[in-house]
């Protein structure tokens, strides 16, 4: 059976597991191996770029925020991540400006110097993978990859079933397409265009 769909993927995992009364349960695997792969992938597909006006010494992450990339002026010029330790040293100082460093704080981001006005800056983060649903049938996880949704799920299903002996099994599976998705982004990021040599 193909997995191209939420429905189809609820399907598969209920054949995988032989069972045909967890119709109402494996909607929580689904969910809870949406977490885990939004702990453990970063894909160049996940990337994503807003661009804002920072006008005060702190700015809220986009609600799908997972981790940042890169904070940079409009112009370019980045701004830096900085620990909790060095903000505090320099928030001591109470300067304000063009803002060149920064740090992530309960969900915003806290620069430094805090603006002297405003400051349009782009943020490129990774940002969680729509989830799954009835109204939302798919994405490009469950387009490109349904080993990934189909093995976290049923390493997910392991302690509700009480099925020990499946952890490994589900686990190794899982691992390995996490891996193989991982490398795909990598090479993907860093092949870089082709270039054609001419002979002279």
Known sequence: MPITTYTELKATIADWLLRDDLTAVIPSFISLAEADIARSVRHWLMERKVQTTIDEGYEFLPDDWLAT????????????????????????????????????????????????????????YYGRTPALSDAAPTNWLLTNHPDILLYGSLLQSAPYLSDDAKVSTWGSLYSNAVQALQRDSDAARFSGPLRMRIKT
Not at 75 to 95: N, S
Request: proline share 5%; hydrophobic share 35%; charged share 25%.
């Open 69 to 124: 990339i890169s904070l940079r002026h409009a112009t370019g010029e980045e701004i830096k991540q900085i620990g909790v330790t060095d903000m505090a040293d320099l928030a001591q100082r109470g300067a304000t400006g063009k803002p060149a460093y920064f740090r992530h704080e309960a969900g915003r981001i806290e620069v430094y110097p805090a603006p002297d006005t405003g400051y349009d800056v782009d943020l490129v």
